[in-house]
């Protein structure tokens, strides 16, 4: 230590050397700890990578895109990426094409829709696609919906009414709704304005909008909903562009929603009655399709309303169509008064016989006026949407896909399913 005091070079080289020591670790620290954080985040980042790659097609599903996979046959156990992508595109297609079976589906061959197998022989599909005489669907359509035990028949045995309720107190005869709105079927018209080439065009939506009407007498009936009145059924698009307006019954609407017979649809487009046609339905991506879109009017007790709207959105709910609710309004019709008083014969002096009195008036006033203390029935107002498919407007290969019963016809001549 003595020779280091007697050595001042020394000593200053040992004390820049501590002094070096120190800014190291001050200043190279830092750096470290960052180097480590940029390390973890590396290490994050490649096991983030490789779970991602693991389903991203490579080089090996590249090499193997044409591994002997049928494109228009794959199978449910594939391996290599292209395969994985056939089965689930036409897994897809074929959730569509079943759905829009059932809604294209002639009430001529039956009114149970026969369930399409891909055993089915062209012969078969061929005649199951032909379109009915003109006679011959407007005849089934009636009996199906006004007849002995049609829909509406069906309907009044469960004690459903059907159309716009009389106002209050007015006798059957004073009814100024009587007959109007309800189901709104579209049969009893004159065909001049349809062109000849048009008609089968409009015998299949009157026959799409019939499944969806007894979809909804359906929801109806179920044995565990208790639907009250059946008000109305409209179908916002125009039957055809000569058929709409003031002339035909199912398309007379109120000119105000403060009409007393107004139904202010949720997310309706119509303002007046002469209004409908600027109303455009929703497009499928690709053009594969549009919606048919409509309203359901109701009046039933507030409880049945959630039952209602999940036994109409039923999956399994015949007839099957893919069906969801776009909008939905909800009023009370009548409410109970705010107060109510009664009287009753009090005697200043009392005699012992005011508490009675008083109770006996009460059941009296009661039993009069029951018909204004009970519980109200709610109007419900849905806006749904069923999706219309069209296999005609997919590509080759898409249509290679589909099963033979779902493929549009390759001859223009013959009817599309």
């Not at 050595?7 to 700890?33: E, K, Q």
């Not at 109303?279 to 991506?285: G, S």
């Not at 059941?363 to 709610?378: D, G, I, S």
Request: aromatic residues 10%; hydrophobic residues 35%; neutral net charge.
């Amino acid at each position: 230590m003595d020779k280091i005091k007697q050595n001042p070079f020394v000593a200053a080289m040992i004390g820049a050397g501590v002094l070096l020591l120190v800014l190291a670790g001050f200043l190279l620290y830092p750096a470290w700890d960052k180097q480590g954080e940029l390390e973890k985040k590396v290490k994050l980042v490649e096991k983030s990578l490789d779970l991602y790659s693991r389903d991203t097609p490579g080089t090996p599903d590249i090499d193997s895109w044409n591994d002997g996979t049928d494109p228009a046959n794959p199978k449910k156990d594939e391996k290599d990426y292209y395969g994985k992508l056939l089965w689930s595109y036409r897994t897809v297609l074929r959730f569509y094409a079943e759905y829009d079976w059932n809604l294209e589906w002639w009430m001529t061959h039956g009114e149970e829709v026969k369930t399409p197998t891909d055993e089915m022989e062209a012969s078969e599909i061929q005649s199951l696609r032909a379109s009915p005489s003109h006679g011959d669907l407007l005849t089934k359509l009636r009996v199906a919906g006004t007849g002995p035990v049609g829909l509406e028949a069906k309907l009044k045995q469960r004690d459903v009414k059907l159309g716009m309720p009389p106002p209050a107190n007015a006798r059957d005869d004073e009814n100024p709704y009587a007959g109007k709105y309800g189901f709104n079927w579209e049969v009893d018209f004159k065909w001049d304005p349809v062109g000849e080439k048009e008609i089968p065009a409009v015998l299949k939506i009157l026959q799409k909008r019939y499944w969806i009407r007894k979809r909804i007498a359906n929801a109806c009936l179920a044995q565990d909903v208790k639907v009250q009145r059946l008000v109305d059924v409209y179908f916002f698009r125009p039957l055809h562009k000569n058929l709409s307006g003031g002339n035909y019954p199912w398309d007379t609407r109120a000119s105000s929603e403060t009409a007393p017979d107004s139904l202010p649809y949720a997310g309706s487009p119509i303002r007046t009655g002469t209004d409908r046609g600027r109303f455009d339905e929703f497009d499928l991506p690709g053009d594969l399709g549009k919606t048919i879109t409509f309203g359901v009017a109701l009046d039933l007790m507030y409880p049945e309303v959630n039952k209602f709207v999940r036994k109409l959105l039923d999956r399994d709910l015949a007839p099957r169509l893919l069906l969801s609710t776009v909008g939905m309004r909800m009023m009370v019709l009548e409410q109970n008064p705010a107060t109510l008083t009664y009287t009753y014969d009090w005697k200043e002096r009392d005699d012992g016989q005011n508490k009675k009195r008083q109770e006996d008036a009460e059941k009296k006033f009661l039993e009069e006026n029951k018909a204004h203390l009970q519980l109200r029935p709610v109007r419900l107002l849905l806006t749904c949407q069923v999706v219309d498919f069209d296999s005609a407007k997919l590509p080759d290969s898409g249509k290679a896909l589909l099963p033979n019963w779902a493929k549009p016809p390759k001859d223009e001549s013959e009817p599309k399913p």
